[in-house]
């Protein structure tokens, strides 16, 4: 009880907080269902800098943990999992760039609503030390290399900015 918030204020504000990072990668004119699947690139590369610069991108941003009534008992997860497309080449430095290496790995079948994405044929890479690079340890997150259409597919929970992006 030092700091005078009590466990309701902490609980609060990490909600709050959490909202937040939700309402950053959500743009007011866009619907704010999360079956809605987005195409905009921005939030991503300001989360995921180390991939550069996306497009074709295919992605939900969506709450974990609500209760049916829709409130917020406590701190809030959100779940960032879609598909884009780096530039040309860029799988390619991406794993021929030393780190520990990558290996055929799929990934877990996307949510629903992106199904249609889901690209045909492709050989997913992963490693977990080029996972480490992007979140910077800040955040959960995998992340899928497709070299034959240069694509990543990703899976996070509460991505931060990287601290370079300025937000």
Known sequence: MGDGLG?????????LGLATVLAACTSPS???DET??????????RRFAA??????????????????RGSVPGPTDVRVVGFARLRAGGVKAVTGAPREGFSPTAPSP???PLVPYLPKGAHWVR?????????????AGTF?????EDLVYFDTTNPLPAPSSGH
Not at 7 to 15: E, H, S, T, V
Request: charged share 30%; glycine share 12%; aromatic share 8%.
């Open 127 to 139: 490693s977990e030390s080029f996972d480490r690079e992007v979140t910077g340890g800040a955040y």
């Open 51 to 68: 991939l550069g610069r996306l497009s074709d991108a295919h992605w939900l941003g969506m709450v974990l943990g609500t209760d049916s």
């Open 36 to 45: 809605t699947v987005r195409t905009d690139s921005e939030p991503l590369e």
């Open 144 to 148: 899928f290399l497709d070299e034959s």
């Open 7 to 15: 466990d309701f204020g902490r609980r609060g504000a990490l909600a």
């Open 110 to 112: 996307p949510p629903e």
């Open 30 to 32: 866009e619907s704010s």
